[in-house]
Each structure stands twice: as C-alpha cells, then as structure tokens.
C-alpha cells in the first residue's frame, strides 16, 4: 500500500514516479505515440525541405518507431532499419511539431 502511495505522490509532484525511469522510453512513446498519429490526420504539410509525401512517409517512420516501443512484446519482428530511420527522422525534425 505504501508502495502505490509513494509511485502516486512522486507522479503527483514531480510528473514521474522513480520507477518509471527505469522504462522510460516506453513512458515518453506512450504519451508520443497519440499525438503523432493526431498531428499526421490534422495537421496540414508544413515542412520547409521535404514534399508532402516525404513529410507524411517520415511521420508513418516515426508513428512505427513508437508504435514499436508500447507494444514492446515483438522484438523478433521488427524491421530495425525502420526503426532507427523513425527514431532519426523524430530527432531531425522535432522542430516543426507545432503550430
């Protein structure tokens, strides 16, 4: 009982429980993974060096990458060339999530 306490209070002040360190990228691909499937059906082509085919088709690399880390139970069947690209591609143009 403490032990739920404690993971809610920490959540509660911090935004974060200790544990969650240990797994977070699984934490920051579960609040990701929404919001870049929400911002690709939304969002309209903004992109300053990629057409609108290039900007969707990364979005699809990220979306996968992501999608990757939640389910975390199919290693086996991953494509990791994917994944790296979509991991590549989120980093390189994280500035143009936005408005």
Do not use: C, S
Request: hydrophobic letters at 40%.
């Amino acid at each position: 009982m403490f032990k739920k306490l404690k993971i809610w209070w920490q959540r509660r002040t911090q935004g974060y429980a200790n544990e969650d360190l240990y797994d977070m990228n699984r934490i920051i691909a579960r609040v990701t993974l929404p919001m870049l499937k929400a911002y690709r059906n939304i969002t309209p082509v903004k992109h300053a060096t990629m057409t609108e085919y290039e900007w969707l088709e990364a979005l699809d690399n990220m979306i996968y990458t992501f999608e990757v880390y939640v389910k975390d139970d199919d290693w086996p069947n991953v494509n990791f060339k994917r994944l790296r690209k979509g991991l590549k591609q989120f980093g390189e143009n994280f500035e143009y999530f936005g408005w």
